[in-house]
């Protein structure tokens, strides 16, 4: 099985950036692919970010293209978020999981997750 935990979030200011980690321990951390999705209070969890086993596919949500940026370091078996020029609409609880499966087509869906972690909370004030 999989443990993640996430880290990082926090309260910023519109125009601000975060940085989020996501801890993962228990099955080898490079074969599995890792995705962010996020769910603001009274809306649907929604796809963020995810980035394949090596790292050499990543994948955006339209609504952060050219503000976020997911990378991995397997070696410390962490997945990152970057999240730069941060707006209130993105304020939400973000969470990371992990797609054992790796299927491309489904990889902003978040049925195609095997494991979740418990979240983190940002906020950001305008």
């Known amino acids: 099985q999989v443990q993640l935990v996430e880290s990082g979030g926090g309260l910023v200011q519109g125009g601000g950036s975060l940085r989020l980690s996501c801890a993962a321990s228990?099955?080898?951390?490079?074969?599995?692919?890792v995705g962010w999705f996020r769910q603001a209070p009274g809306k649907e969890r929604e796809f963020v970010a995810a980035i394949t086993r090596t790292g050499g596919i990543t994948v955006y949500a339209d609504s952060v293209k050219g503000r976020f940026t997911i990378s991995r370091d397997n070696a410390k078996n962490t997945v990152y978020l970057q999240m730069n020029s941060l707006k209130p609409e993105d304020t939400a609880v973000y969470y990371c999981?992990?797609?054992?499966?790796?299927?491309?087509?489904?990889?902003?869906?978040?049925?195609?997750?095997?494991?979740w972690g418990q979240g983190t909370q940002v906020t950001v004030s305008s």
């Open positions: 228990g099955r080898t951390f490079s074969r599995y692919a």
């Open positions: 999981a992990a797609d054992f499966d790796e299927l491309l087509n489904r990889i902003s869906k978040s049925a195609a997750y095997d494991a």
